[in-house]
């Protein structure tokens, strides 16, 4: 499924008050059943793009829409269909982890029976069943990854978001997590996360983009990327060559 723009980011910049332009002139664009990549060197803009994209960080410079919505006049609307999993999820560590779940389902107004259901059927995806009893202080940092991915899930997001989301999975639970991202694609969701695995994003995502210096120096379909290469070959070559 594609043709309808779910995010849509036009010449983005963002400069820190130390004068490092952390994101210049970002412009990209991602459709309902696309799993993009974004890719870069550690400093080359990915987390403030997608802090900026989320919500968190305040921008002035450009625009960045989902479904339409704009993050800087429509805020809550935008959140209100966006996932969005950091590197390091922040969790409430003096709530059980069922606790957390329910007050995420109480923010987005999910009623009894809906949030129920999507916390049974992902908690059991993940093999956290029997640890949603525990508080989350107790929880190891694989355990609380697969919170947050829950946590971001039983909204039914239109855009899910992520930093480095691999990090830390055991193989199983990354399986899980490239399963729901394809079926979320499926049901014409769209997916944008950013990643040091290369062979991983090449395997899961039919668009790339790639991030040096805060500027986008590539990006296209990932057939475009890998004709007769692989993508880090074809990451080598785009980054020596900017």
Same mark, same amino acid.
């Given at each position: 499924m594609s043709g309808n723009t779910i995010l849509e980011i036009s010449h /983005? +910049? $963002?400069t820190y008050g130390n004068g490092r332009r952390a994101a210049d002139d970002v412009s990209l664009r991602v459709e309902a059943?696309? #799993?993009?990549? /974004? !890719?870069?060197?550690? =400093?080359?803009?990915?987390s403030t793009t997608i802090r900026a994209i989320v919500g968190v960080l305040d921008f002035? *410079?450009?625009e960045i829409t989902i479904d339409g919505h704009s993050v800087k006049d429509e805020p809550m609307a935008c959140k209100q269909i966006t996932a969005y999993i950091p590197d390091n999820p922040d969790l409430y560590e003096n709530l059980t982890g069922i606790q957390y779940l +329910? /007050?995420? @389902?109480?923010?987005?107004? !999910?009623? @009894? @029976?809906? %949030?129920? *259901? +999507? #916390? %049974?059927?992902?908690a059991d995806l993940f093999? #956290?069943?029997d640890d949603l009893g525990d508080l989350i202080s107790a929880y190891s940092h694989g355990m609380k990854q697969k919170l947050a991915i829950i946590s971001a899930l039983i909204h039914r997001p239109r855009l899910m978001v992520l930093d480095e989301p691999f990090v830390g999975l055991d193989p199983k639970a990354a399986f899980t997590? $490239? *399963? !729901?991202m394809r079926e979320l694609c499926e049901q014409g969701a769209a997916v944008f996360f950013s990643t040091h695995v290369l062979d991983v994003a090449e395997k899961l995502c039919n668009k790339v983009a790639i991030i040096k210096q805060g500027r986008i120096i590539a990006a296209g379909t990932m057939e475009e990327f890998? &004709? =007769?290469?692989?993508?880090? &070959?074809?990451?080598?070559?785009a980054d020596g060559d900017a």
């Open positions: /983005f +910049s $963002k059943g696309d #799993i993009c990549g /974004f !890719i870069g060197h550690n =400093g080359a803009g990915k002035t *410079e450009g +329910s /007050f995420v @389902a109480d923010v987005f107004g !999910i009623d @009894a @029976a809906e %949030r129920q *259901e +999507s #916390i %049974r059927y992902y093999g #956290i069943s997590l $490239k *399963e !729901i890998t &004709e =007769g290469h692989s993508l880090e &070959e074809t990451f080598l070559e």
